[in-house]
């Protein structure tokens, strides 16, 4: 998904400053969740987002959940693969085709 050379420049930048200590699998949970909001607040008032803004909140999303996938130990790509099986066999092409109902609604 990213480059072992990505991953470690992200961690790079954390261990500089040291950082490492507030990267706890909780504060990073909540800060994706703070980021997902900073994304959303783009789209406040319209659907016409500036695509730069658009663009750093997506990155900062992003970076937020490769740190706690690194701190959990988990693959991203690995973990993103597994649950699509998973969602696969949830939503099944021909009673999912052209519809946006929740499995447990179709
Ligand atoms: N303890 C921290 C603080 C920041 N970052 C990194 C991850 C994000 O990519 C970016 C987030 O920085 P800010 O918290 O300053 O958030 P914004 O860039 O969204 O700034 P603003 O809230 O002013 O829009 O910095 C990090 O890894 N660890």
Redesign the pocket.
């Known amino acids: 998904m990213v480059t072992e050379e990505t991953q470690k420049k992200?961690e790079a930048?954390?261990a500089e400053?040291d950082?490492k200590q507030?990267?706890t699998p909780e504060?990073l949970a909540k800060?994706i969740s703070?980021?997902a909001a900073?994304l959303l607040e783009c789209f406040q008032w319209g659907p016409n987002a500036e695509p730069d803004r658009v663009k750093?909140?997506l990155?900062?999303v992003l970076?937020?959940c490769l740190?706690l996938a690194r701190a959990m130990d988990l693959d991203p790509e690995e973990i993103v693969l597994e649950k699509l099986e998973i969602t696969r066999k949830k939503y099944p092409v021909d009673k999912s085709r052209g519809s946006s109902k929740k499995y447990s609604e179709a």
Request: proline share 0%; aromatic share 22%.
């Open positions: 992200l930048f954390v400053r950082w507030f990267h504060n800060s703070i980021e900073e750093e909140e990155a900062d970076t937020y740190h």
